[in-house]
């Protein structure tokens, strides 16, 4: 009964390794679904634009609307780069240069990017539901200080 149970542990804990650890070609394929527009739900409306520019970049921005203007608030970068994936904030002229944050895990849908030397965030998560809708969160390494948004696709 021991044996049984120690293998079935091995067996889960293999299972879940493998689950978790990313294969970039795999996750890069997943992750192609951003391209496209997106709207939040919620209070706070914020709005995201992913391309896809060719089989190993996407680029994206989230903005919201002030009326008739545009108020960008962040541009991305997810870039695909022999064996592995980046998320990169590109900041503004005035900021440091930009940050790159490495795909740290994969878990069925969800995908966490993390950089501990980031001041914020230290983590970004994206975790799909479905084709239609993800979860876009950003929070320190602690898990804390978190910015979420629910997004939906959207057609303009």
């Known amino acids: 009964?021991?044996?049984?149970?120690?293998?079935?542990?091995?067996?889960?804990?293999?299972?879940?390794?493998?689950?978790?650890?990313?294969?970039?070609?795999?996750?890069?394929?997943?992750?192609?679904?951003?391209?496209?527009?997106?709207?939040?739900?919620?209070?706070?409306?914020v709005y995201e634009n992913w391309v896809q520019e060719n089989d190993s970049l996407l680029t994206g921005y989230q903005f919201s609307n002030r009326g008739e203007n545009q108020l960008i608030l962040e541009r991305y970068r997810i870039e695909r780069k022999n064996d592995s994936i980046l998320f990169v904030i590109l900041r503004p002229a005035k900021a440091v240069g930009k940050d790159k944050f490495p795909l740290v895990k994969k878990w069925f849908g969800a995908f966490t990017f993390e950089n501990p030397a980031a001041v914020y965030p230290n983590r970004i998560l994206i975790d799909f539901d479905n084709d239609s809708t993800f979860v876009f969160r950003k929070e320190n390494s602690r898990g804390k200080k978190s910015i979420e948004f629910e997004m939906k696709r959207w057609e303009k």
């Open 1 to 45: 009964m021991k044996s049984l149970f120690l293998n079935l542990a091995f067996l889960v804990f293999i299972l879940s390794f493998s689950a978790c650890s990313p294969n970039p070609k795999k996750a890069f394929e997943t992750l192609k679904q951003l391209e496209g527009n997106w709207k939040s739900t919620g209070s706070v409306i």
